[in-house]
Each structure stands twice: as C-alpha cells, then as structure tokens.
C-alpha cells in the first residue's frame, strides 16, 4: 500500500508541472485541508480545484523534485525542490509537505512548510569544539 499513497505523491506533483487538474478528483479526499507555505488555507476539493486553476492562469511550475519521502501509517513528510515562473517572476525554493490519507487512501490533509534553497555558511571553516 505504501507504493500507491508514493505514486499518488508523486501524481500530484506532477500535476501541477503538466497543469493536469483532472487528476485533483483521484488524488484529494472531498473535505481536503490543504495550508500552504506561505499562508493560504483551502478548505474542501472545491477550493483546492479553483485554486489550482487561477495559480495556474498565472504561473507556470518548472520543476518540483521530491528529494526524500518518509512516512508512518497514513502520514508522509516529503522534501521537496519547487521552482516556477510566476506573475513574470523566477521563484525557487525547499520546502517540506506533512501529507495525510483518509479512509479512501486519497489525500486529505497537506501542510506545506518552506525554506530558503539558497544556503550560505557564515563561518567558513566547519569545526567541531
């Protein structure tokens, strides 16, 4: 089972890539929670759809690469590389998803977190004390 609710990750993420809403019925339980990264909160199937369609009117997903899923029971925490071209502007990121199943085994709970993709150490020299 643990295979299924992976390809229906990785479904959904490439979704938005290939700008597939069609896909969003299969994937999202109908009282899907979804909290983006940076704010928003979708509440219901109906939200996430009108959501993903006006996101995708102005931007385009480039890239979106799972680095690494771990999961226990019906919880999965993927790590994740996000870029697109949105409103005209180049945007790339990290960032984590906190994905839940339902009864069904669709999605019905996603938390975004995000991070900085450009890393910088501020002290050159890595020492162990």
């Known amino acids: 089972m643990t295979e299924g ?3 229906t990750i990785k479904r959904y993420f490439s979704a938005w890539i290939h700008k597939g809403s ?3 019925n299969d994937l ?3 009282d899907i929670f979804y909290s983006e990264c940076y704010g928003p ?3 219901g199937l109906s939200q996430v759809k009108r959501w993903f369609s006006e996101w995708n009117e102005r931007g385009t997903v480039i890239q ?3 680095k690494r ?3 226990e029971n019906e919880d999965y925490v993927v790590e994740w590389f996000f870029k697109c071209l949105y409103d005209g502007n180049l ?3 990290d960032g984590v998803s906190w994905i839940t199943f339902g009864l069904h085994g669709k999605i019905i709970e996603v938390k975004e ?3 900085k993709s450009e890393h910088h150490h501020p002290y050159d020299v890595h020492t162990i004390d």
Do not use: V
Request: charged share 35%; glycine share 4%; hydrophobic share 40%.
């Open 22 to 24: 069609d896909a969003l």
């Open 69 to 71: 899923m771990i999961h």
């Open 41 to 43: 909160e979708y509440h």
């Open 91 to 93: 945007e790339a990121f």
């Open 113 to 115: 977190f995000q991070s």
């Open 64 to 66: 979106w690469d799972i």
């Open 5 to 7: 609710k992976e390809e």
């Open 28 to 30: 999202f339980e109908g």
